[in-house]
């Protein structure tokens, strides 16, 4: 039972323009959401985060939102660069630390 | 100030062996998490420790035991590989006491360990 879902495995986006990832969810009492962003060999790194009690987060070029309702939440990076190039986890949590991941979306910014 | 560091960082076992894998959290975290990550999958959540003891677990089987020492660095033992055990293991660290349902806590993971299982 996949809880978290990312169902675009792959993105392709030229450098400048909007990235767009996607997540869905189906567990009502999930209340907090991360984003990491991961390279080939290297550990998931902490990107954004947003809680329940908001809908939109931004961090720079990284901005976050949350629609309860759809159970959906989307990163949007802009402008989008080449090292932004890797695979992007959603992540979320319920009244815990415990985070439950989605499979990735591997996003690829060409010049 | 030193991240979350893991070892080893590659290993290959046979099927039936058991492993062993190290994590030391980041200074001043004190929760340890170890995850699992299939290839081509999330990380998937095996347990959690918080002063010594096993605070929460996923659904992996009792082939998969840790521990946390009183330094706060912890060890993930499985038992009797099966081939199917073969994933990147993660462990993350945090702090709980800065944890909130609506900050959350930011949690830092390690680079991984890569186990082959043949």
């Known amino acids: 039972d996949q809880q978290v879902k990312q169902n675009s495995p792959s993105l392709s986006v030229q450098e400048g323009r909007i990235s767009i990832l996607n997540c869905d969810y189906t567990n009502s009492m999930f209340d907090y959401f991360l984003w990491y962003k991961k390279y080939p060999a290297e550990g998931p790194t902490f990107l954004i985060s947003?809680?329940?009690?908001?809908d939109k987060n931004e961090d720079g070029r990284f901005t976050v939102f949350l629609n309860k309702s759809a159970k959906h939440l989307s990163l949007h990076i802009v402008p989008s660069q080449p090292g932004d190039s890797a695979v992007y986890f959603c992540a979320a949590s319920a009244g815990t630390d415990k985070l439950i991941f989605g499979t990735g979306t591997r996003l690829q910014v060409f010049p | 100030d030193a991240g979350v560091t893991q070892s080893p960082t590659h290993l290959i076992k046979t099927r039936g062996q058991q492993v062993t894998l190290r994590c030391s959290p980041k200074?001043?975290?004190?929760?340890v998490s170890w995850y699992q990550q299939a290839l081509g999958q999330g990380p998937q959540f095996i347990f959690q420790?918080?002063?010594?003891?096993?605070?929460q677990r996923g659904n992996f089987p009792d082939r998969f035991s840790g521990h946390q020492f009183p330094n706060y660095s912890s060890e993930l033992n499985v038992n009797a590989l099966l081939l199917g055990d073969s994933a990147l293991y993660l462990c993350?660290?945090?702090?709980?006491?800065?944890?909130?349902?609506?900050?959350?806590?930011?949690?830092?993971f390690g680079e991984g360990s890569w186990l082959t299982v043949v």
């Open positions: 947003i809680s329940s009690i908001k």
């Open positions: 200074s001043g975290h004190d929760t």
């Open positions: 420790y918080y002063e010594e003891e096993e605070r």
């Open positions: 993350a660290s945090s702090l709980l006491a800065t944890w909130d349902r609506f900050s959350g806590n930011t949690i830092y």
